[in-house]
């Protein structure tokens, strides 16, 4: 039997290959009779082998394969013009007739993100295949989806308060499950309101971080001290915000070359480490913001505050204020550059 998971929801597309495996039998057998393959690497031999092997005191053998689609898909544009083998546009056909011909005892799961309905291996598969496709939840699906994980948790929320969840969180469903779990936990056994979002999830100062990060990046002496200011009223200590704006700035360059390259968002992600979607939103927006001079600008002047704080010559906050201010200051300046050539000094 072949199963197709495919979309960028990959909370629910684990969910369904969790269901497939329960249909299959013996938990304690099926682990001894699972082998799971990179579809970007495995060579035609490997997934025959995989896929022919008979199960071993059990009646199915599971074999589970990721990206195998995603390899015989369109490439991204990058930019640059590139020069395909002859041959390409046919290499899926080989592990098409390959897949078919697996026994019955063998249950194979594609599992893959985003995938388009002109890709070649899907369609020679599609016929044969259980295919279920996960797109990522937003607006209605997605409060109705949290809705029901809050039941299912033993808990309920007013609509407000669901609303205000699926603006913080979005359509990551891991970040989101994790929140909804510290939610019914905080609320105890009343109904979740507004006021225990903002209480509980940790997006709110996610958000005050960003929005800092974007003032400071535009020049934007007063936002950028007034969100500075919130996340030190809210206990944020002044080593973890130097980390967070210099981690921040590392993301963006990072995005900014990889969407050069014609990457994927979902490859975009994974590359970063991000799990949020809010978090991958932002910083691929900023990414498109700000210019490549800013950035590094930015990133030198925060490794002369790290200077001044390990030299004792500021203590960590009142270096955090100063470097605030003066990443604020036109590019180029005096006092834009101050910062940087005291620290390199040292």
Known sequence: ???????????????????????????????TNTIALDGQQVTLNQLKTAGETMPFLAAKRLVIVKGLLERFGPKAKSG??????????????PFADEI????????????DGS????????????????????????????????????????GIISAPAA????????????AMANEIDKLV??????????????????????????????AILECRVEAAQQALQQLLQKGAAPAYLMTMLGRQAQLIVRAKELKRQGKARTEIQSRLGLTADFAVRKTLEQADRYTMPRLKEVYRQLLGADLWIKTGKY???LALNILAAELCQPSGTAAGKRIAVEGGNR
């Open 80 to 93: 640059k013009k590139t020069t395909r083998a002859p041959s390409q546009p046919v290499e899926y056909k």
């Open 185 to 214: 936990l905080f609320a105890a056994g009343r109904r979740i309101e507004e006021a225990d979002v903002k209480s509980v999830v940790s997006y709110e100062q996610q958000t005050t971080v960003f929005a800092m990060v974007d």
């Open 163 to 174: 609303a205000l969840l699926a603006k913080m969180v979005g359509g990551d469903l891991w």
């Open 100 to 111: 078919k011909k697996m026994p019955d005892s063998t249950v194979m799961v594609l599992v």
């Open 315 to 317: 203590d960590s906050e």
């Open 1 to 31: 039997m072949l199963h197709i998971l495919i979309g960028d929801d990959d909370f629910s597309r684990d969910q369904a290959l969790e269901e497939i495996k329960s249909g299959i039998g013996d938990p304690a057998m099926l682990a």
């Open 115 to 154: 995938t388009k309905n002109t890709n070649p291996l899907l369609k020679e598969l599609a016929s044969k295949a259980q295919v279920r496709f996960f797109p990522r939840l937003q607006g209605n699906e997605l409060k109705q989806w949290l809705q029901e994980r809050v039941a299912g948790q033993g």
